[in-house]
């Protein structure tokens, strides 16, 4: 199975700070990335998908970018709706493989 | 718009079989465009990809994680709209919160709706 190492596992940003969060394939996985954001007791909710494409709704301040086993979700300017989880889910190959997560938190 | 609702037992004993349920509203579990697929999360740990069904007619089209595959059974209902997961002879380890959700299969894919997950505690 391809593992997905992202990181960091937690962060501590204000509001209006650049956030990165990365994930790294252990193998090629051309652009079959998806970032998703959860909220506690939340459903997931689909950010970007195929590596830089916005899904439909999502605000613009959050991109992705990368190919083949580096990959970036960028949020440009953090809001207060965006403290939240999120994590990266594989879809190159089976089984599908996620990182472990990253918990953005208030600082 | 789509939404998934999963539902079934919260406590499961050692060695049973874990029986779950999704819902799904405002779409088709008969699209052959989404994969109906379950996700779980044990309380501390990552995220595990249990596998996904494709509706095909008579028959449908399963994919299981190798980790499971031993004791995984999905199907689906269209009767009902519902999609369903068996997890035979559980222990502890299976404790988790599940989710269903849909990946869409043609295109750039992604797992573009969720459910908000069940929590299922293994324990006697």
């Known amino acids: 199975a391809i593992q997905m190492t992202q990181s960091p596992s937690s962060l501590s940003a204000s509001v209006g700070d650049r956030v990165t969060i990365t994930c790294r394939a252990s193998?090629?996985?051309?652009?079959?990335l998806g970032w998703y954001q959860q909220k506690l007791g939340e459903a997931p909710k689909l950010l970007i998908y195929a590596a830089s494409r916005l899904q439909s709704g999502v605000p613009s301040r959050f991109s992705g970018s990368g190919s083949g086993t580096d990959f970036t979700l960028t949020i440009s300017s953090l809001q207060p709706e965006d403290f939240a989880s999120y994590f990266c889910?594989?879809?190159?190959?089976?089984?599908?493989?996620f990182g472990q997560g990253t918990k953005v938190e208030i600082k | 718009q789509v939404q998934l609702q999963e539902s079934g037992p919260g406590l499961v004993k050692p060695s049973e079989t874990l029986s779950l349920t999704c819902t799904v509203s405002?779409?088709?579990?008969?699209?052959?465009?989404?994969?109906w697929t379950w996700i779980r999360q044990p309380p501390g740990k990552g995220r595990e990809w249990i596998g996904h069904?494709?509706?095909?007619?008579?028959?449908?089209?399963?994919n299981y994680n190798p980790s499971l595959k031993s004791r995984v059974t999905m199907s689906v209902d269209a009767s009902t709209n519902q999609v369903s997961l068996k997890l035979k002879s559980v222990t502890a380890a299976d404790t988790a919160i599940y989710y269903c959700?849909?990946?869409?299969?043609?295109?750039?894919?992604?797992?573009?709706?969720w459910g908000q997950g069940t929590l299922v505690t293994v324990s006697s």
């Open positions: 069904f494709l509706y095909g007619g008579v028959s449908g089209i399963t």
């Open positions: 959700a849909r990946e869409v299969r043609f295109g750039a894919s992604a797992f573009d709706i």
């Open positions: 889910l594989q879809q190159y190959n089976y089984p599908r493989t």
């Open positions: 405002g779409g088709s579990v008969t699209s052959d465009s989404y994969y």
């Open positions: 193998q090629g996985i051309r652009n079959d």
